[in-house]
């Protein structure tokens, strides 16, 4: 045993962790088992996750995942995708096992009011841009000399859609800012509001957590890293996340095959396994697991 073991040791001896404590964490499901299990039952209730990778490895499915099982769970969801349509979101989460189109639906770039309460409200990028031209008419009203000019894919458009998405999802009371009733929020991601300003990237992370973190919201943000350097686009968002899940590949032209990989690096509240989990995408399953 290391001197650090047995320090660690002797602390545990004289102040045991309380089970109480533990048990009194509530656990919010990421929709895979082998994940859940790996997190003690889950991600702790109003934390911020940020899952880490190069294109491919399979971080947008790991959102689809988090997402339908709040769907599942009751819980409302927001999902604000810059990669892809929410249409193609809906098309290959299908193939993989999990039928969005089950839940009331609707997205802040349509211009009829919903028809219905919906599960899950959509900000894709045509709803950032009608946000973002709603913010700069009211800058305009409010003063004609000083016009600030809004960005679909500007940390101030991301926060008022996401405030937005709150009103039609009907989480929120009038004169509270905070949700009521749990909320999932996906964010896929990150890394296009600061793909022009990297060096950005800490300074929006900041500005978002303390607009938009709330106990009752347990949100689930991916960030890019480049395929040549295998380094993130802009530095910051892992600094402020509650618990990060880095996923990766093998080189291809040495392996001559695609080897995903999942570990999680950090978890806060959480005693988190250590050991990276192979990933396979498969038909009807989504992300399956193996250690």
Excluded: C
Excluded at 112 to 141: M, Y
Excluded at 181 to 205: E, N, Q, T
């Amino acid at each position: 045993m290391t001197a650090a073991s047995a320090n660690w040791a002797r602390l545990n001896l004289i102040y045991p962790p309380s089970r109480s404590d533990v048990s009194e964490v509530e656990r919010i499901s990421t929709g895979i088992k082998e994940l859940d299990d790996a997190l003690e039952g889950g991600i702790p209730k109003g934390s911020w996750v940020v899952a880490t990778g190069e294109p491919g490895v399979g971080k947008s499915i790991l959102a689809m995942h988090f997402a339908y099982a709040g769907l599942k769970a009751g819980d409302p969801v927001v999902y604000v995708t810059t990669e892809q349509e929410y249409r193609d979101v809906v098309v290959q989460a299908r193939q993989l096992g999990m039928d969005f189109g089950r839940y009331p639906t609707y997205s802040l770039g349509w211009r009829k009011e919903p028809e219905e309460l919906p599960q899950i409200v959509v900000v894709d990028i045509f709803g950032l841009l009608k946000v973002a031209r709603q913010l700069t008419e009211k800058s305009k009203e409010e003063s004609s000399d000083k016009v600030k000019r809004y960005a679909a894919l500007s940390v101030d458009t991301l926060i008022e859609a996401i405030g937005e998405a709150y009103k039609v999802l009907e989480v929120v009371e009038e004169g509270r800012g905070a949700p009521v009733r749990h909320v999932r929020l996906v964010i896929d991601s990150m890394s296009a509001f600061w793909v022009d300003k990297p060096v950005m990237a800490r300074k929006y992370s900041y500005q978002l957590k303390i607009a938009t973190h709330r106990d009752n919201v347990t949100a689930l943000l991916t960030s890019q890293y480049a395929p040549t350097t295998g380094q993130a686009y802009g530095f910051g968002l892992e600094h402020i996340a509650d618990g990060v899940i880095h996923m990766w590949m093998d080189d291809v032209e040495s392996a001559r095959e695609v080897r995903r990989h999942l570990i999680i690096k950090k978890m806060r509240m959480t005693n988190h396994s250590r050991k990276a989990f192979d990933v396979e995408i498969e038909p009807g399953r989504g992300l399956v697991l193996r250690q």
